[in-house]
């Protein structure tokens, strides 16, 4: 691999740090993008991580760019990824073949989109995501596997695959992605990154999405300081929202560094519901957990009994099935014409299908105990709690064609991936906000993630908490050797 000067030199800044040199007048915003452009060009052929480009369109704006106060991240590259997040003139695949050979072109930006514009990011492109973000890894058939950058043998994770992959190669210094049962944090934990899961309502999902439903949308970062700066610039309700979470007390860029002060955390270091968890799963627990006590905090072995139920999954397959088949849906309104059964991956054309099944009493008793669900596990919060600390992982990376299309047992795929990420889906159901940090590896080099999940709606003692792990315990000199 041979890269410039700039494109090396840039490489693993961080966004705030990027803009910096821009604000600063050391390189433009053209400059900081064609380096970009150069390492997406030289890096990303083997990891698959960005499966649409518009170096043109990005060009133009970058030769257009004029710095203002409201320009966090001021000429700096960013992408999006490739599910749910229009952006105007732009192809958008969802990871569907189908979207992809018709060539799909967005009409407008969501309102995400668009403050990720109003903050000075420069967009030149997407990044690969398996097919409406219905898996935990990313090997869409429309465009292939993405590969770790810390192993090619093993999957980044997903949904929000390609984007962590992009980021931790070092293409980009943070990038667009999404959570509906761990889409963030799963790639985050694979990657090495940092990787937040909003509250419900944090951020708006206007004009397109559902804020009360399971999926959040926000980012992938190197930093904290990166997390915190790009939620100031994009939280906040949209017209129309439903569930809109309390504004903060004062900007997230402020908790960076800030004294959490000494809190009460409680961990979780098996696997809930009995399955398998890798030792270095449950290690890197215990490790950060010695770590926090190291930092004045006090540490016990406790968690909400309710991540112990069984029949969890089972639960909400109404209501996670019917998400399935409206995409099916907007799939169809998207390609102006019917959905046919080979527009759609089996796995998920059958979890479409499934919904079909299913009555509107069904769907209501999901909700339900989707409700009581969320009561039982944030009680443990309101008993006095202030963290909870878990593997965001049960076992290390899976190996690629892990969980795949499997004609002959069309579900497998979502047992495994049931059993891999048991740790991360309750959160989407109870929205509370959820952050995967980079404190630990194996041996061999390979990220082991650590989940920490706060109340509902208190981003801010994450960020702290974050802040405060990232100081005590770097990992941005962490670097993958592509």
Not at 16 to 30: D, I, P, R, T, Y
Not at 395 to 404: A, E, S
Not at 407 to 433: D, K, Y
């Amino acid at each position: 691999m041979a890269l410039s000067p700039l494109a090396q030199q840039t490489r693993f800044i961080d966004g705030l740090g990027q803009a910096e040199l821009v604000s600063s007048g050391k390189v433009s915003a053209l400059e900081l993008l064609e380096a970009a452009i150069e390492r997406t060009v030289e890096i990303n052929p083997p990891i698959n991580a960005i499966n649409i480009t518009w170096f043109e369109h990005a060009r133009e704006l970058a030769k257009n760019f004029k710095a203002n106060s409201k320009h966090k991240f001021g000429g700096v590259p960013f992408i999006l990824k490739d599910l749910g997040s229009p952006y105007a003139g732009q192809h958008m695949s969802n990871g569907n073949i189908a979207l992809k050979n018709a060539k799909y072109i967005a009409p407008t930006n969501s309102l995400l989109v668009q403050r990720f514009i109003d903050t000075g990011l420069i967009t030149f492109g997407r990044a690969n995501s398996p097919e409406f973000g219905s898996v935990p890894v990313t090997e869409p058939l429309a465009w292939g596997a993405t590969r770790n950058p810390w192993d090619l043998s093993l999957t980044p994770g997903g949904s929000s695959g390609g984007s962590a992959a992009a980021v931790a190669a070092g293409i980009i210094p943070m990038a667009h992605a999404s959570d509906g049962g761990g889409s963030i944090r799963v790639p985050a934990s694979c990657c090495g990154l940092v990787g937040l899961k909003t509250s419900q309502g944090r951020i708006s999902l206007a004009p397109f999405g559902d804020e009360a439903n399971f999926s959040v949308h926000f980012a992938v970062t190197r930093t904290v300081r990166d997390t915190a700066a790009l939620l100031d610039a994009t939280h906040g309700p949209g017209v129309g929202d439903r569930v809109i979470a309390a504004a903060p007390t004062r900007p997230y860029i402020q908790e960076v560094g800030a004294d959490p002060g000494k809190l009460r955390i409680g961990f979780i270091d098996h696997h809930p519901v009995g399955g398998q968890m890798d030792s270095e799963c449950s290690k890197a627990v215990q490790d950060t957990c010695k770590l926090l006590e190291s930092l004045g905090h006090h540490v016990e072995n406790s968690w909400p009994k309710a991540l112990e139920q069984t029949d969890f999954a089972g639960k909400f397959t109404a209501m996670w099935s019917t998400n399935m088949s409206i995409a099916r849906d907007l799939l169809g309104q998207m390609l102006g014409r019917e959905v046919v059964k080979d527009d759609i991956e089996l796995m998920n054309w059958a979890m479409a299908e499934f919904a079909g099944t299913k009555t509107a009493a069904d769907y209501a008793r999901s909700v339900v105990a989707a409700v009581s669900f969320r009561r039982m596990v944030q009680q443990w919060w309101a008993d006095g709690w202030d963290l909870l600390v878990t593997s965001t992982l049960a076992r290390l990376p899976l190996p690629i064609d892990t969980i795949k299309n499997e004609p002959s047992n069309l579900m497998n795929g979502l047992r495994i991936a049931g059993e891999w990420i048991p740790l991360t889906p309750p959160f989407n159901t109870t929205g509370q906000p959820a952050i995967n940090v980079p404190l630990q590896w194996t041996p061999e080099g390979i990220p082991v993630g650590i989940q920490i999940v706060a109340a509902y709606g208190r981003e801010d003692l994450l960020i702290r908490v974050a802040s405060q792990l990232e100081t005590a315990q770097p990992w941005a000199h962490r670097t993958p050797n592509l």
